[in-house]
């Protein structure tokens, strides 16, 4: 399982990449790995807001649904529309070209370090 | 590590080697996948795949009237299976809701039945139940039985290779008792993907040593991910999904496995034929998403404000790489409809079943 140093992660297994005022959001490898092969996702619209911890849009694997929440609040910048067509870049490269959206925020929402979250995953298992 | 409680075939180390993701079925701690449910089921479309699924149960009727406790038991008529056939069926309530599907062995001597494995307890003792006045025993050997299905267009020249049974003899439902890698197998020509295959039942303790040996041979394992995105491909039921006891075999489309001229009767027979001359009060469709999104399990199907229907099955079919389903419909039902997805609407409409079918040589 990879956990990345350079980022910031959730309970619930997205990671944060912060630069100045955009955060550039994606699911962990551990959450790709356990949803198995991802066939659907579905992400907001540029423009849209969201609160710290709401429910931002969903990613389907084969068998199963998992909603996404965003780790910090903020306005919808960009979308990744490539994973309409290629879902499966989320089980290839969750870190790089699997990333789902980027949002302008103003919070300093509460992550997690990397260290943390391999300790979530830990005790999960 | 093992989770409590759960019980394991005679494959679990094997599907531990394998890396696994195992997970509780019907009881059992089975593996839905091992390198991903998409690569399976691909490796089955187009090569061999190989599924542990000696979690199904084996009811065996045996004694004077082991033929008539079958006849009244499921809605084929059995009568007209040669020893050596096998046949699909419909196990019925009195009422014609489903108590399960199997698939009827007749073997020299005796009948096999496979029962879905979160059906067992119930279904023999239903078996028992409704055949106390007969001179038959129902045995239940789930216990003593390994089951694999060997799937796929490979699947008989993989396994023709470890046996000296003629495959090329044995017709779809035909069966024959056969050596595989030198361990005593009742091999079927049947499966549960929509390709050629083969069901083998095997001792236990002869099974690690066979499944090893296939996979040699270059068999893929397969999980139950890809079991059941195959079977959905080719249209196949599975019960909880489209058939239940609120569902009759003629609702959900399996009306081939009832023969509702029987002779001996089966029971629900008299609903059955009631229904089919009265009209159906559900039907079972397939359907293609025409907007963007997964039906699935439980979804509502819609015409405008109403709802006319529920989702049996749906998935992304990685042959079609289109979202499909099967819904079970009010029969009056349009061919375009919604499956509402998370509180939205998405259109759908229905499509020929099944939704894939292979080339036949």
């Known amino acids: 399982m990879s956990v990345p140093e350079d980022l910031q992660y959730t309970k619930s297994h997205e990671w944060v990449r912060t630069e100045g005022d955009t955060a550039t959001i994606g699911i962990t490898d551990h959450a790709q790995d356990e949803l198995g092969d991802v066939v659907f996702v579905e992400l907001p619209g540029e423009g849209d807001t969201f609160d710290a911890g709401e429910s931002f849009g969903t990613v389907e694997s084969v068998k199963a649904v998992s909603d996404l929440y965003a780790p910090v609040g903020g306005e919808v910048v960009e979308v990744n529309s490539a994973l309409e067509d290629a879902p499966e870049k989320i089980n290839e490269d969750p870190y790089g070209e699997g990333w789902l959206v980027k949002l302008r925020t103003s919070d300093t929402a509460d992550l997690l370090s990397p260290g943390e979250y391999e300790e979530v995953v830990a005790e999960e298992s | ?361």
């Open chain 2, 1 to 361: 590590m093992a989770k409590e409680g759960l019980r394991h075939t005679p494959l679990y180390e094997e599907h531990k080697d394998l890396g696994a993701r195992l997970v509780d079925f019907a009881g059992y701690e089975m593996p839905v996948q091992y390198s991903g449910i998409q690569a399976e089921h691909r490796a089955v479309r187009n090569h061999a795949g190989l599924f542990d699924v000696s979690h199904m149960g084996e009811a065996i009727f045996r004694g004077p009237d082991a033929e008539s406790a079958v006849q009244r038991l499921v809605t084929r008529d059995v009568g007209r299976l040669d020893v050596g056939q096998a046949g699909y069926s419909a196990v019925c309530y009195e009422a014609g809701g489903t108590v399960d599907d199997v698939i009827v062995y007749r073997r020299e001597g005796d009948f096999l039945v496979v029962v879905n494995a979160s059906n067992r307890e119930k279904d023999l003792d239903h078996f028992r139940e409704n055949t106390e006045d007969l001179d038959v025993e129902v045995a239940d050997e789930s216990d003593d039985w390994a089951l694999l299905a060997l799937q796929g267009p490979e699947a008989a020249r993989l396994l023709q290779d470890l046996t000296g049974t003629d495959l090329s003899g044995l017709k779809p439902f035909r069966f024959a008792w056969g050596e595989i890698d030198g361990a005593r197998s009742l091999i079927s020509r049947t499966g549960y993907t929509g390709e050629d295959g083969f069901e083998i039942y095997l001792s236990g303790g002869d099974a690690p040593r066979v499944w090893r040996s296939l996979v040699e041979a270059g068999a893929t394992p397969a999980g139950l991910g890809a079991r059941d995105t195959l079977r959905l491909e080719a249209g196949m039921c599975l019960y909880g999904n489209e058939l239940d006891a609120e569902t009759t075999p003629l609702e959900a489309g399996i009306s081939f496995a009832v023969h509702l001229d029987k002779d001996p009767h089966f029971i629900g027979q008299r609903a059955l034929l009631l229904e089919d001359t009265g009209g159906l009060r559900k039907k079972l469709v397939g359907f293609e998403m025409e907007g963007r999104g997964i039906a699935r399990h439980g979804h509502h199907v819609t015409s405008g404000a109403e709802i006319v229907g529920e989702v049996t099955s749906g998935t992304r079919s990685p042959t079609l790489e289109r979202a499909i389903g099967l819904a079970l419909v009010d029969p009056g039902v349009e061919d375009r409809f919604e499956i509402v997805i998370r509180d939205n609407p998405v259109p759908a409409k229905t499509v020929p079943l099944p939704f894939y079918k292979r080339d036949r040589e």
